[in-house]
């Protein structure tokens, strides 16, 4: 196999990884807080919309920014309907995602005078080279070169986000509330701020990840563009068996699926498939690999199940 | 549980009789009031967008409803787009009546569209015949695309809202391929990628002649015999879910799965079934489309269907008679775009932000319906039960 293209396939699984891998952390903050978020493919879309406008007008910091607040405040939406509402989790999240697509049309329609995309060249940070290994020899370094400084940082949220989980009163009450929020009421700490938080935390890193795709990865905003990633993360998250570490290694499996019809098209093996089948191995590594492990992993006791409560909190 | 902790259940005054209504007209009443206050939450804050592009609301929503009403072919042009949604939207309300939540609906249509079309361009048979055939090849196709995500489901316990969704994914390649190799046309004058075109004997004949409208409704309106046939498949889905053994036991999954297994009904087997039977729903929502506007299968068929019959199931509550009405609804909506891009300066897409708020509203309205109501029988009940003892 041409490691050229290997190293370059490399380069693009990082980059995806890092979509699936921020948008799977906001996945986990919402279900170990008792909210399950099936909506997250909806609130990248609010992310890729927003984000390449803000970065059009403002550079691209403006644009995560704008996208990470956009998902947040989309997500607010799913936090009233489950918290507050308490209608079934699943069905709000769906509605996020078939409201997503009409609100992106109607705001790219807005934002680029066009319903469908916006101008490409939407401005982005430079890239970075990784020192060392960058200069791999045989086409490997080509996989470090041209990063995203976002996909370091993608790597690096893994220990505050561990951290915040184990060592912190916040994450710990979050935990609680997704394991047993009954528990939680009774030592006398509010259950549905944590929820809101969860579901807070799940849109800004899901819009975060959306308004990464649009500017750092494809540089314009395109209908259809999230192509289920959110789904996908949804996966590494069930994959990873809700923990941060292990959703890791989901979310590079994942990544990397996804750069093989883009850059190993033509390698052994996959080179005798048609073209078309080559793009199906992302969507069947994600069902072969939720169909093998489902049984297998446990997820927050309480994810999926309205709290009632006593007294409105 | 949380009836029994409220805190206004002590021993309740006999003194003013106020007789509580029966239990069914409560429930019509008070989910006609949720409908009208998620339609009037919507109304309202789509004036307050329109009114910030400096338009009239009320001259919005009349040239919405007159671009759909007015004329026998804006009729007809609303029902040609009500006829796949009617279908999208069934297949979704039967898995989700057993329990399950099928987002595949998407990806099943197209893979029929394709099967559909084999079947249109590869056999050659008499028109009675070759009609049907396509249908039931679309079916087919539909059901063996939703038979994947249901056998997992089933045997290992894989949601079916991530494994549709990637059938989805891959329907898009695999139509792709098809339209590349096997049903590619050998016509080479057309850019784009197509089949052939399909021939008379399988083609849906318009509704227009058998109405006697021939004369107002133009040919442009793509108003097949395919909305009857949709009507009917309301009846049949009304019929399956409420009057058959299958239907009672896919409620009863969907209620308590629990409950219904320890009533002796087989969970897997029950939403094996129901899937396929939504699978088969989805067969024909590409139909109207591909049998009676294009006449061939070509790049740019129509997607998003599957999602928008989503939000026409949850609108409808998942009811027959509720998912025909809200099917016409959105292709009032539809076809209303029209009238807002000629007659005011919004961007036709202001229809799609309706259609979102009002789904969001309406789904959260039938959710404190539903408690408002549960509510309401639990005091029926008591009263009864108070009226009996009373009476001993």
């Given amino acids: ?313 | 549980m949380a009836l029994a902790t409220r805190p206004e259940a002590p021993p309740m005054p006999p003194a003013p009789e106020r007789r509580l209504r029966r239990p069914w007209i409560d429930a019509m009443v008070v989910q006609a009031v949720a409908v009208v206050a998620a339609v009037a939450f919507t109304g309202l804050v789509g004036s307050a967008i329109i009114l910030s592009y400096g338009e009239s609301p009320l001259f919005v929503y009349s040239t919405i409803w007159q671009f759909s009403t007015s004329r026998a072919s804006d009729v007809a042009r609303v029902l040609e787009q009500a006829t796949p949604l009617i279908f999208s939207a069934l297949a979704v309300s039967v898995a989700f009546k057993a329990g399950m939540f099928n987002i595949g609906v998407e990806g099943q249509y197209i893979v029929g569209m394709m099967t559909a079309t084999m079947a249109a361009v590869w056999l050659d048979l008499p028109a009675v015949v070759h009609l049907p055939v396509v249908v039931l090849a679309a079916m087919a196709g539909s059901m063996i695309w939703a038979f994947v995500p249901a056998i997992l489901k089933v045997k290992t316990g894989a949601h079916e809202v991530v494994t549709t969704i990637m059938m989805n994914g891959i329907s898009v390649s695999l139509v792709a391929w098809a339209l590349l190799n096997p049903l590619r046309t050998a016509d080479t004058g057309f850019v784009d990628l197509r089949s052939d075109r399909f021939p008379e004997s399988a083609v849906m004949p318009p509704l227009a002649p058998a109405l006697g409208l021939e004369d107002q409704i133009p040919s442009s309106a793509h108003l097949t015999w395919l909305f009857p046939l949709a009507l009917l498949a309301c009846a049949a889905v009304w019929f399956l879910l409420f009057r058959t053994r299958l239907g009672y036991e896919a409620r009863a999954v969907g209620a308590s799965p629990g409950s219904a297994e320890a009533g002796g009904i087989s969970i897997g087997a029950t939403q094996l079934k129901v899937f396929l039977i939504s699978g088969a729903l989805a067969g024909f929502v590409g139909l109207n489309y591909l049998l009676g506007d294009a006449g061939f299968f070509g790049v740019n068929y129509e997607t998003t269907l599957g999602f928008t019959g989503i939000a026409v199931a949850f609108l409808g509550r998942n009811h027959p008679v509720g998912i025909l009405l809200s099917a016409l609804l959105f292709g009032v909506l539809f076809r209303g775009e029209d009238g807002v891009a000629v007659a005011t300066d919004l961007p036709r897409e202001i229809t799609v932000i309706l259609e979102g708020l009002l789904i969001l509203s309406v789904v959260v309205a039938y959710e404190i319906a539903r408690r408002v109501q549960l509510r309401r029988q639990a005091e029926f009940i008591r009263q009864v039960e108070g009226e009996t003892r009373a009476a001993a």
Avoid: C
Avoid at chain 1, 63 to 78: D, E, P, Q, R
Avoid at chain 1, 94 to 115: D, E, H, P
Avoid at chain 1, 231 to 257: C, D, E, K, Q, T
């Fill in chain 1, 1 to 313: 196999m041409p490691l050229l293209d290997l190293g370059a396939a490399i380069a693009i699984g990082l980059s995806y990884f890092t979509i699936i891998y921020l948008t799977g952390l906001g996945g986990l903050f919402s279900e170990r807080s008792g909210i399950v978020n099936i909506g997250l493919e909806g609130l990248m879309i609010s992310g890729t919309v927003m984000g390449a406008w803000g970065a059009i007008n403002w550079g691209p910091v403006a644009g995560l920014t704008i996208g990470a607040v956009s998902g947040l405040l989309f997500s607010m939406v799913h936090a009233v309907a489950t918290v507050t509402f308490r209608v079934d989790h699943i069905v709000s999240g769906v509605v996020i995602n078939v409201v997503a697509l009409g609100l992106a049309r109607f705001l790219s329609q807005l934002f680029f005078g066009s319903a469908s995309q916006s101008t490409s060249g939407v401005p982005n940070f430079g890239t970075i080279d990784i020192p060392l290994l960058s200069s791999l020899p045989a086409g490997l370094g080509r996989a470090f070169q041209d990063m995203s400084p976002m996909t370091l940082i993608a790597f690096a949220l893994v220990f505050p986000v561990i951290f915040a989980l184990n060592r912190t009163r916040f994450g710990l009450r979050l935990r609680s509330a997704g394991e047993n929020p009954e528990a939680t009421r009774t030592v006398g700490v509010r259950v549905v701020p944590l929820r809101y938080s969860g579901v807070a935390l799940s849109g800004l890193l899901a819009g975060l990840s959306g308004a990464f795709l649009a500017i750092e990865v494809n540089a314009l905003y395109q209908e259809g563009q999230t192509q289920g990633l959110g789904f996908i993360a949804l996966a590494a998250l069930i994959l990873g068996n809700w923990s941060p570490s292990r959703l890791m290694v989901g979310a590079l499996l994942f990544g990397f699926a996804q750069a093989v019809p883009l850059r190993l098209g033509d390698a052994p093996i996959i080179g005798v498939l048609p073209d078309q089948f080559v793009r199906m191995i992302p969507y069947i590594v994600t069902i072969v690999a939720i169909a093998g492990f489902v049984g297998r992993v446990q997820p927050p006791a309480a994810a999926g199940k309205a709290y009632e409560g006593t007294g409105g909190t």
